[in-house]
């Protein structure tokens, strides 16, 4: 969206891995569909279907878990951001993972999200942080020393 009248453009990219999802390196076994490159930022991932594995230059790597992806996909994330944004005008912001807000199940078996109008005050009901939340916040710290603009919306 841009608002010529105030000099701001502001830009959304939903990517769950951040990074470029793509066809694995040549000779790789059969059963890999596709890979996530974890060293290569891309606005439009694709989302992570089964028979994907992670890349790492030319690499393929079948062994590295979804967090350990994740992290390097942040890593990759983060230069870019340092590499190729102007730190004087362009502002950052990371959004957290959504905590779960259904109630009385999930989603697709009867649960409800529409019930509860406040924030929850209840330390006993809250679900835990998740995981990504954190590494997310981490990587916004070490950015912080070089770009002061890039915020972390922590839902």
């Given amino acids: 969206m841009r608002f010529p009248e105030h000099n701001v453009t502001v830009e959304y990219h939903r990517?769950?891995?951040l990074v470029v999802v793509a066809r694995p390196p040549e000779n790789s076994p059969e059963d890999v569909k596709m890979t996530v490159r974890v060293d290569e930022f891309n606005w439009q991932s694709k989302r992570w279907v089964g028979g994907c594995y992670?890349?790492?230059?030319?690499?393929?790597n079948k062994t590295m878990g979804v967090m350990e992806g994740f992290k390097k996909s942040l890593k990759t994330w983060k230069s870019w951001v340092l590499e190729k944004l102007d730190h004087e005008c362009?502002?950052?912001?990371?959004?957290?993972f959504s905590p779960v807000h259904y109630r009385n199940g999930t989603w697709n078996l009867g649960g409800l999200c529409d019930a509860d109008t406040n924030p929850e005050t209840d330390m006993k009901k809250m679900e835990p942080e998740?995981?990504?939340?954190?590494?997310?916040?981490?990587v916004i710290q070490e950015m912080r020393y070089e770009h002061s603009k890039v915020k972390f919306l922590n839902l």
């Fill in 90 to 96: 362009s502002y950052v912001f990371f959004r957290s």
């Fill in 54 to 60: 992670f890349q790492e230059g030319g690499k393929l």
């Fill in 15 to 17: 990517t769950p891995f």
């Fill in 130 to 138: 998740p995981i990504q939340n954190t590494y997310v916040s981490e």
